[in-house]
């Protein structure tokens, strides 16, 4: 199943280095090309010349080649890869990926990677518990990289918890299911909404909203992991775009994202609004900076369009639309109106009553109703497992 796969495996400097020579020897055996990057400390744990002799190829670890006066091309090995495993990953790679710091080769590889991402950390306990390093995994989840969580067991400094590498068997297994799995968006064009809108006021100020667009950016991965062609159409943000199949298009107000949307509809086989579009916009742009008068001060504001019900109205019966609904009181009875009212056909619901839901936080709680199934509800998970719920159910739907 993994014939011909071309894995990029980089290997940290961990205890748990010394499992990653029986992991190459795994994905020889399945007829992968394997190339191995060391970090420096890796070394000291596993030596270049096991690797190279399993792998077949030199190990890699400096950005130069040796007395040839040439330098390592990270770009290019980082576009030859189906697959980036880093196994064991570091806390400090996993902080540098986290946070996109770039003094190894592993590490530039890593940022130059436009291919699938997996890791499987192994440290002691406690850092591994760490908020600091939590953090950070979650946040390369919300990357759309595949975390497979160190396991429980009897670790180097003599404690025992989690913290230990996943064995080379499992983590070879998830390589295999991961490179052989049904694409099951493939060929489908996606468009998605994203983020807040920015309406301005004059040229220093404007009406806008905490929304990050971090659940429309995963849900942009998932599907683009999935093989779908996503257009991600995204309001002011930090947007991380992790996979060439997602273009991404910025705009500022809602009069733009609807132009785009506009414009991408009709080519569009699913449309997901996860954006926080403003309401209203000032019925007046001022073209200076509004000097201060009065005590007090009235702008005056105009709806917006809507832009879930206008493409609603458009819908083929080829296409399928869904929304999200933010709601604070009577959330499943203003789900449901606002899914009739916009004609989609699933509505995410997230309640701002639930711990770690809504704006700015990695975690998000949900329910998913449908207008011919029952409502689902889904426990308190990362965003990128939430977005994973997301493409299920759409993919039930589909093919309901
Ligand atoms: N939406 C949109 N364009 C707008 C407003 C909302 O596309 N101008 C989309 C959102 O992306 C979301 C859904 O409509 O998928 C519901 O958004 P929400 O703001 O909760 O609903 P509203 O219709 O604005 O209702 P209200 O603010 O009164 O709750």
Not at 125 to 149: C, I, W
Request: charge should be neutral; aromatic fraction near 6%.
């Amino acid at each position: 199943m993994l014939e011909g796969k071309k894995i990029l495996l980089g290997v940290c400097g961990s205890i748990a280095a010394y499992k990653s020579a029986l992991l190459v020897r795994l994905l020889i055996k399945a007829g992968c090309e394997v190339q191995v990057v060391l970090t420096a400390p890796a070394k000291t744990f596993v030596t270049p010349l096991t690797l190279a002799t399993l792998s077949k190829n030199p190990v890699l670890s400096k950005f130069e080649k040796d007395d040839q006066g040439q330098w390592e091309n990270h770009v290019e090995l980082g576009l030859w890869a189906d697959l980036l495993v880093i196994a064991p990953a570091s806390a400090n790679t996993i902080s540098k990926m986290a946070h996109g710091l770039c003094d190894n080769l592993l590490t530039a590889v890593y940022l130059s990677a436009k291919c699938p991402i997996m890791l499987a950390p192994a440290m002691d306990l406690d850092m591994y518990r760490h908020p600091a390093t939590r953090k950070n995994l979650e946040t390369l989840q919300s990357f759309g990289h595949l975390v497979l969580e160190a396991e429980h067991g009897e670790l180097a400094s003599g404690l025992v918890g989690e913290g230990r590498m996943a064995e080379p068997e499992a983590i070879f297994e998830k390589i295999e299911s991961l490179l052989s799995k049904k694409k099951r968006f493939e060929g489908k064009q996606v468009l998605i909404t994203a983020g807040p809108t920015f309406e301005k006021i004059d040229p220093v100020r404007f009406i806008g909203n905490h929304s990050s667009g971090k659940m429309g950016l995963a849900l942009a991965h998932n599907m683009a992991a999935e093989g779908a062609e996503v257009k991600l159409i995204a309001g002011p943000g930090q947007y991380n775009i992790e996979s060439d199949l997602i273009s991404l298009i910025r705009i500022s107000s809602a009069d733009e994202m609807f132009a785009q949307v506009d414009s991408h509809y009709s080519t569009a086989d699913i449309a997901i609004f996860a954006a926080a579009v403003a309401d209203y916009k000032p019925a007046v742009q001022a073209k200076e900076k509004i000097k201060k008068s009065d005590q007090t001060m009235t702008i005056e504001l105009v709806k917006n369009k809507d832009i879930a019900a206008e493409m609603g109205k458009r819908k083929r019966k080829d296409q399928i639309n869904i929304g999200f609904a933010l709601e604070t009181e009577k959330e499943e009875q203003f789900a449901k109106e606002k899914m009739s009212k916009k004609n989609f056909d699933l509505i995410v619901l997230n309640s701002l009553n639930d711990n770690g839901a809504g704006f700015s936080v990695d975690t998000n709680k949900i329910t998913i109703f449908s207008v011919d199934q029952p409502p689902r509800p889904f426990e308190l998970k990362s965003k990128s497992k939430v977005a994973a719920d997301i493409v299920n159910c759409i993919h039930e739907k589909i093919h309901s």
